[in-house]
T-cell receptor, first 113, second 115 residues
Framework: DSGVTQTPKHLITATGQRVTLRCSPRSGDLSVYWYQQSLDQGLQFLIQYYNGEERAKGNILERFSAQQFPDLHSELNLSSLELGDSALYFC????????????FGEGSRLTVL | DQQVKQNSPSLSVQEGRISILNCDYTNSMFDYFLWYKKYPAEGPTFLISISSIKDKNEDGRFTVFLNKSAKHLSLHIVPSQPGDSAVYFCAALMNYGGSQGNLIFGKGTKLSVKP
């Protein structure tokens, strides 16, 4: 158990819809990261927050947005969903130490039909 | 443009033998290289890392070797155990002026250790 909690674990929705994925980081961790893993792809970095502020952005689509709340939990909002958005979405956290060691949640599997 | 490449999608090894997983990278500015292991229905878990100023790091059965001139790293697992069967991701980190950068992952290699 990494201590990172993601909900929901599975989500099935239709094209054009909007969903919100939620992440609670490990206790004490200030940094939250979102990654997307599509079929046969590695983990693609989407966005990072540190203590409520956006720290870095990766290949995140304009239809996607995220935020980190004062209690440090984070939400990833995906809108105008397309079939290609079907993927595993992972949240990870760490204390901000720059060695690359992240603690990942179990992921949220999104299926867009 | 893939900066971190794992060219072998899968590897099968007999229990007790050595497993060698390979990874190539293109950017010489990476500060750290890491290996993550992922079991089905679980998130990736950190396994071992190496700083770009080192050429070897060992932790129990796991050793990572870094060859900077070849821009290549490898993970050795000796001896391999059935419980090591998982997908292994190579990742690289570049920090920017003291601020933490972000991990760039390869596509993974699925290791199967047969009893």
């Amino acid at each position: 158990d990494s201590g990172v909690t993601q909900t929901p674990k599975h989500l099935i929705t239709a094209t054009g819809q909007r969903v919100t994925l939620r992440c609670s980081p490990r206790s004490g961790d200030l940094s939250v990261y979102w990654y997307q893993q599509s079929l046969d792809q590695g983990l693609q970095f989407l966005i990072q927050y540190y203590n409520g502020e956006e720290r870095a952005k990766g290949n995140i689509l304009e239809r996607f947005s995220a935020q980190q709340f004062p209690d440090l939990h984070s939400e990833l909002n995906l809108s105008s969903l397309e079939l290609g958005d079907s993927a595993l979405y992972f949240c990870a956290s760490n204390g901000g130490i720059n060695t690359g060691e992240l603690f990942f949640g179990e992921g949220s599997r999104l299926t867009v039909l | 443009d893939q900066q971190v490449k794992q060219n072998s999608p899968s590897l099968s090894v007999q229990e007790g033998r050595i497993s060698i997983l390979n990874c190539d990278y293109t950017n010489s500015m990476f500060d750290y290289f890491l290996w993550y292991k992922k079991y089905p229905a679980e998130g990736p878990t950190f396994l071992i890392s190496i700083s770009s100023i080192k050429d070897k790091n060992e932790d129990g059965r796991f050793t990572v070797f870094l060859n900077k001139s070849a821009k290549h790293l490898s993970l050795h697992i000796v001896p391999s155990q059935p419980g090591d069967s998982a997908v292994y991701f190579c990742a690289a980190l570049m920090n920017y002026g003291g601020s933490q950068g972000n991990l760039i992952f390869g596509k993974g290699t699925k290791l199967s250790v047969k009893p």
